[in-house]
């Protein structure tokens, strides 16, 4: 089925270990974007990609690094994971000149650092 | 700053209310405003909204934007316990943003039997 791809969908990691986040999306969308969702915030951009080869800082990027691989897939890095990174993160795509209607989200990654 | 705020922050209705759902908006360069249901999953589309005075209707939702106030509302009428979900709205700026979709914090709305 056609659609934006995140693995894992679970995942623990202790305080100061480093863990990558994957998403990959088959719809040959331009533009990628990683978002978190912490209780009562709705969803926050962290980084986002509007084209292959290009990167951009979102709302709150630190403590994040993004790798825009190749025009499939949309890398997140946490370096050096954090208690305050527990949340739930959204990859996302979209289709520029579609604008909203194009947006397709993956399933999410529940994140706990313990 | 780009703004979006929404109202109220959470709702507990009976079956069969109708419920009206706010959201303000400041953007400097205004696209779209998207409304989304979010049921403990990711998000689906509800709709888009880009000119003003123009009504979105689906089903028992319906949806209107005034650009010149700068707010749209979402309507559900004759709730069902199925509509309780967190709904969120988001403003879609220009190109010069990556079109990322700036969100605010939802609206949670429980519908009782």
């Known amino acids: 089925n056609a659609g934006v791809t995140q693995t894992p969908k679970f995942q623990v990691l202790k305080t100061g270990q480093s863990m990558t986040l994957q998403c990959a999306q088959d719809?040959?969308?331009?533009?990628m974007y990683w978002y978190r969702q912490d209780p009562g915030m709705g969803l926050r951009l962290i980084y986002y990609?509007?084209?292959?080869?290009?990167?951009d800082k979102g709302e709150v990027p630190n403590g994040y690094n993004v790798s825009r691989l190749n025009k499939r897939e949309f890398s997140l890095r946490l370096e050096s994971a954090a208690p305050s990174q527990t949340s739930v993160y959204f990859c996302?795509?979209?289709?520029?000149?579609?604008?909203?209607?194009?947006?397709?989200f993956g399933s999410g990654t529940r994140l706990t650092v313990v | 700053e780009d703004k979006v705020v929404q109202s109220p922050l959470s709702l507990v209705v009976h079956e069969g209310d109708t419920v009206t759902l706010n959201c303000s908006y400041e953007?400097?360069?205004?696209?779209?405003l998207l409304w989304y249901k979010q049921e403990k999953k990711a998000p689906t589309f509800l709709f888009m909204l880009?000119?003003?005075?123009i009504e979105k209707k689906s089903g028992r939702l319906s949806s209107i934007l005034d650009k010149k106030e700068l707010f749209s509302i979402l309507n559900i009428t004759a709730t069902q316990t199925g509509d309780s979900a967190v709904y969120l709205c988001?403003?879609?700026?220009?190109?010069?943003?990556?079109?990322?979709?700036?969100f605010g914090k939802g609206t949670s709305l429980l519908v009782t039997p």
């Open positions: 880009t000119s003003s005075g």
């Open positions: 719809m040959n969308h331009n533009s």
């Open positions: 996302a795509s979209s289709e520029a000149r579609q604008g909203g209607y194009g947006y397709t």
């Open positions: 953007v400097t360069n205004f696209r779209s």
């Open positions: 990609s509007a084209s292959e080869g290009t990167t």
């Open positions: 988001a403003v879609l700026p220009g190109a010069n943003s990556g079109y990322a979709l700036n």
